[in-house]
C-alpha cells in the first residue's frame, strides 16, 4: 500500500510542478514548525504559493474500503489546528485537501472535487466505486 501511496504522491508533485512553473514551493513530507505543539504538523505534501498568498496542505491515504468517508472525515479533522496555525504564521489562505483511496480503488463522493482543487492536469478513469452488493459478499456478510 505505501508503494501506491509514493506513486500518488509524486504524481500530484509532478503535476503541480509543470502546471505551476516554478512560482510554488512544494515541500513534500515535511514537518511544520509552529509556536504551539500541534500532534499532526507533517502532511503528505505543502504547496505554497506566495503569489497567491495561498498554501495547500494536501494527504493522501490509501484505506479499507468500508472506511475511505470515515478516513476522510478523520483527516479533515486531524489537520484543521494545523491549517489554522499556518494561515496564522504564513498569512495565506490555506486549504486542507484530502485524498482518501480504498484498498479496491473505492472511493468518496468528494474525491473528485477535492481532486479537481490540485493545479495540473487530473484524470480519474481508473478508479471505480464498488458495487455494495459485491462488497458485502466479499467480506462474507451477504
Known sequence: MWNIKIIIIII???SVETSQGGKVTILW???VQ???????NKPDII???NEKASCMLI???ISGDKNVIKKEAEKILNYKVLTIEIQHMWNV???????IIGATGTIS???RKYVSKIPGKHEV???HKQPYWALHTYCGKY
Do not use: G, W, Y
Open 29 to 31: 513530507n515535511q514537518q
Open 109 to 111: 463522493n468528494s474525491f
Open 47 to 49: 504547496i505554497r504559493n
Open 93 to 99: 489562505k490555506t486549504k486542507l485537501i484530502s485524498v
Open 12 to 14: 500530484i508533485i509532478i
Open 34 to 40: 509552529t509556536d504551539r505543539t500541534i500532534p499532526n
Open 125 to 127: 478513469k481508473e478508479l
Open 59 to 61: 494527504d493522501v491515504a
